[in-house]
């Protein structure tokens, strides 16, 4: 198959890398581990849910986003959010995307996400944001 080539493609400036920003709703295999699986099929999927909010071109802004919780991404719902550091291509291959992750912690109606180390549950798992 032949392809096109792109006319002014040195007009174009392409960001050499994207930081897409997930909420994770919770860890499914922590539940497992615990033996405390909830009972119904709703909070079960509740559990098993996450969203890509969208992805920036640099890092400082996406780090704003998520400590400063804009557009309310917390939404009451997201425990954990997810930075990831993706390359130009495609789905990531054999490329393991930099993370930085963020824990949702209140006090009283207020609260903020704040910096922690990658959950141990989740350790094997990259990709949040492209799936």
Request: aromatic share 14%; net charge positive.
């Amino acid at each position: 198959m032949k392809t096109k080539k792109i006319k002014n493609t040195k007009k174009l400036k392409v960001a050499k890398y994207i930081y897409t920003i997930t909420g994770l709703a919770g860890i499914a295999t922590f539940y497992l581990a615990k033996k405390d699986w909830p009972k119904t099929k709703k909070e079960q999927n509740i559990l098993n849910s996450w969203r890509c909010f969208g992805w920036i071109s640099n890092l400082k802004t996406a780090k704003l986003i998520v400590e400063n919780n804009d557009c309310d991404i917390h939404e009451y719902f997201y425990k954990y959010m997810v930075i990831e550091k993706i390359a130009d291509g495609m789905h990531g291959g054999f490329k393991i995307p930099k993370e930085w992750w963020y824990e949702w912690v209140s006090s009283n109606e207020e609260g903020h996400y704040i910096s922690i180390e990658k959950p141990e549950e989740l350790k094997h798992t990259i990709n949040f944001g492209l799936g």
